[in-house]
C-alpha cells in the first residue's frame, strides 16, 4: 500500500516520514522506560526513578514542535521528556547506570539530568521546579530577543503549588515566551487529583487571561497540533500558553507504588488507548503505512536498546577524586 501524506492544523502538517518518526520516538520512551526498571530490579540503577510509561504522547508531540534554541524543563519524570526532546539515549541510559559518559558525568542519576546541548535546562526533583526555570528561562529569551521559547512540564499535583500561580501571573503580566504542559495523569503521587483540588486545572490559566487548551494526551497528533498553536502563541510576542494534556501512566508514581489507590478498571481502559496503540492506528489508518513496517520499529529499537545497555555497563564509574564530573 502507498503511504499518504496527511495534513493537519498550520504548523503541524507532517508526510508519512514525519509520522513513522514520531512513532518511532514514542517506542523508544517506552522501551527506555521498560529497560530502566528491568535494570533498576537488577541493581544497575541506583536510587529511585520515575517512569514516563504511558505518556509519551504529550512529550514527543510537544517536543516535535520546538525549533533550535528553544528550552524545554522537565519533571523528576523526566526520561520522557529528555528523549522526546533529543537527548541522546545512550547518554541517558549512562546516566542511569552513574558512567562517565552520562549526559552529567554519572553525577545526576534518575531525576535531575541535564543536557544543555539539546536545550534541556533540566529535570527537577522538586515539584514544580520546572515551571520557575522555564519562565525564567524565558525572560532570559525575551530580553535577549532570540526568539526562542521555553516550556515547562509538570504533572497535576504541581498546579496546586502557590509558585505556579505566581509564575503563571508573572508570565502574563511581562508577555514572556513560555508554554506551560500540565500533563495531567490524575494522580498526585497516590491521591486522585479531584480529592485535592478545586475546580478545573484550566480555570487557573484562563482567570489570568492566559491562553489555555485542553487536548487528548495519549493522541501525540493532537498533542502535536494544539502544542503547535500554543507554541506560535508564545513565540509571536502575545505572552505565554498553557496546554493541558489529558494522560495516564501505566505504572507506580515511583518503584514502591503498589497502585493500590487506581479505581478497578482503570487502568485496563487506559490502556486500550495507549499512545503507541493509538500512533499505530493512526500510522495505518491516515499515512497507509503497513504493520509490518511499525513491527519493524519497534524491533529496531529494539536492538538498538540492547546495544545502549551492553555499552552503558562497560562505561567506567566516575572518580570520586574528581569532584563533581562533567556537564556535557
Same mark, same amino acid.
Given at each position: ?19 513513522? %518518526? ?27 526513578? !520515575? ?159 492566559? !491562553?489555555?487548551?485542553?487536548? %487528548?494526551?495519549? %493522541? ?12 506560535? !502563541? ?33 487502568? %485496563? ?60
Amino acid at each position: 500500500m502507498a503511504e499518504k501524506t496527511q495534513s493537519k492544523a498550520r504548523g503541524a502538517e507532517i508526510d508519512a516520514q514525519g509520522a513513522r %518518526d514520531l512513532y518511532r520516538r514514542m517506542r523508544l520512551i517506552r522501551t527506555f522506560e521498560d529497560t530502566v526498571q528491568q535494570q533498576f530490579q537488577k541493581g544497575n540503577v541506583h536510587g529511585t526513578t !520515575h517512569l514516563y510509561s504511558g505518556q509519551e504522547a504529550s512529550g514527543v508531540g510537544v517536543c516535535s514542535m520546538l525549533t533550535e534554541g528553544d528550552k524545554v524543563a522537565g519533571t523528576y519524570r523526566g526520561h520522557g521528556h529528555s528523549i522526546a526532546l533529543g537527548v541522546s539515549p545512550q547518554k541517558l541510559m549512562d546516566e542511569m547506570f552513574g558512567r562517565t559518559t552520562g549526559a552529567c558525568g554519572g553525577r545526576a542519576g534518575s531525576m535531575n539530568v541535564v543536557d544543555v546541548e539539546s536545550g534541556l535546562i533540566g529535570c527537577f526533583g522538586i515539584v514544580g521546579g520546572s515551571i520557575g526555570a522555564a519562565t525564567g528561562a524565558a525572560l532570559s529569551e525575551k530580553l535577549l530577543k532570540t526568539g526562542n521559547v521555553a516550556v515547562a512540564f509538570f504533572g497535576d499535583g504541581t498546579s496546586n503549588q502557590a509558585y505556579v500561580h505566581e509564575s503563571l501571573n508573572w508570565a502574563q503580566i511581562e508577555k514572556l515566551p513560555v508554554v506551560f504542559v500540565c500533563e495531567n495523569n490524575l494522580y498526585m503521587e497516590f491521591t486522585p487529583i479531584e480529592n485535592v483540588t478545586a475546580g478545573a486545572i484550566g480555570s487557573r490559566p484562563q482567570a489570568m487571561g492566559i !491562553h489555555y487548551q485542553q487536548v %487528548d494526551g495519549n %493522541d501525540v497528533f493532537a498533542v502535536r497540533e494544539a502544542a503547535a498553536e500554543a507554541i506560535e !502563541h508564545a513565540r509571536s510576542g502575545a505572552g505565554p500558553a498553557f496546554l493541558e494534556t489529558m494522560t495516564y501512566r501505566f505504572v507506580g508514581h515511583s518503584r514502591s507504588d503498589p497502585g493500590k489507590y487506581r479505581k478497578p478498571g482503570e487502568l %485496563d481502559e487506559w490502556r486500550q488507548r495507549d499512545p503507541l496503540i493509538l500512533g499505530r492506528r493512526a500510522l495505518e489508518e491516515r499515512y497507509g503505512i503497513e504493520s509490518e513496517r511499525l513491527d519493524q520499529i519497534d524491533a529496531e529499537v529494539a536492538e538498538e536498546m540492547q546495544q545502549i545497555v551492553e555499552r552503558g555497563l562497560a562505561a567506567p564509574f566516575p572518580d570520586p577524586a574528581e569532584g563533581g564530573g562533567e556537564f556535557k
